[in-house]
């Protein structure tokens, strides 16, 4: 399912928070969408596997200005590190009215 993916790691929030964020975002990638505040998940280590294991082709990720997506962001750049693998990646960081605030590479 991730082979040749580029793959979305949204917040759950950012959703909610972009009116556009189907069509920004979701439009041709494999989504996966979580929230350390309110899971018990460990994301690195799921995500570690996925990168691991597929040919997955970019990451982007998507989070709030919160402090709790962090926690995304860092599992994120977490789990890339531990694949081995250097993918083209970008942190796209939304304000709680939905503007972009920040695209890094």
């Known amino acids: 399912y991730f082979d040749g993916c580029a793959l979305l790691i949204a917040a759950d929030c950012t959703a909610y928070a972009c009116g ?7 439009r041709g990638r494999v989504t996966l969408i979580g929230c350390p505040k309110l899971d018990r998940a460990d ?6 596997a996925i990168l ?15 402090p709790c997506c962090g926690g995304l962001e860092h599992a994120a750049k977490t789990a890339l590190q531990k694949s081995g ?21």
């Open 52 to 66: 691991t294991e597929n040919d997955v082709r970019s990451v982007t990720l998507t989070r709030m200005e919160v």
């Open 20 to 26: 556009s964020f189907h069509a920004d975002f979701i």
């Open 43 to 48: 994301y690195a280590e799921k995500l570690t």
């Open 85 to 105: 693998k250097f993918l083209p990646w970008q942190v796209v960081t939304l304000s709680t009215d939905g503007r972009i605030l920040d695209e890094s590479l």
